[in-house]
């Protein structure tokens, strides 16, 4: 599986989160992943820094620039082993498997797919 296959299966189960329930993103964890998918997609920050008074357009933009210099292979694979961590670290907590059976099943088909394994 290519980079690219693997980057989109990763995309596609952080959009198929539930925003609910025993596996969520927390603020941090989503500025990670935008960040991430930004100089993924689009590479470098390309706009300007927003106003004082955009406070999460600012904290996103901030996020990215962050990152910024890194490659868009580099940032995909960051961005799926993020993904493959925090499922990690659920995992110690959380019966991962009966959850997977309960949410869509693209999350644990995809999740198959970029799994370290």
């Given amino acids: 599986m290519s980079l690219d296959e693997k980057f989109d299966a990763a995309v596609e189960i952080i959009q198929k989160l539930p925003k609910t329930g025993p596996l969520t993103t927390s603020n941090d964890q989503k500025l990670a992943f935008y960040s991430l998918f930004k100089q993924a997609t689009v ?3 390309n ?66 797919l970029i799994s370290k394994n």
């Fill in 43 to 45: 590479g470098d920050v």
């Fill in 47 to 112: 706009t300007e820094r927003p106003g004082i008074f955009s406070l999460v357009e600012r904290k996103k933009w901030d996020s990215w620039k962050e990152v910024e210099g890194t490659s868009k292979d580099e940032a995909k694979e960051r961005y799926v082993k993020t993904l493959n961590d925090m499922f990690d670290k659920v995992a110690q907590e959380l019966d991962v498997n009966a959850w997977l059976e309960e949410i869509d099943p693209v999350i644990k088909k995809n999740l198959a």
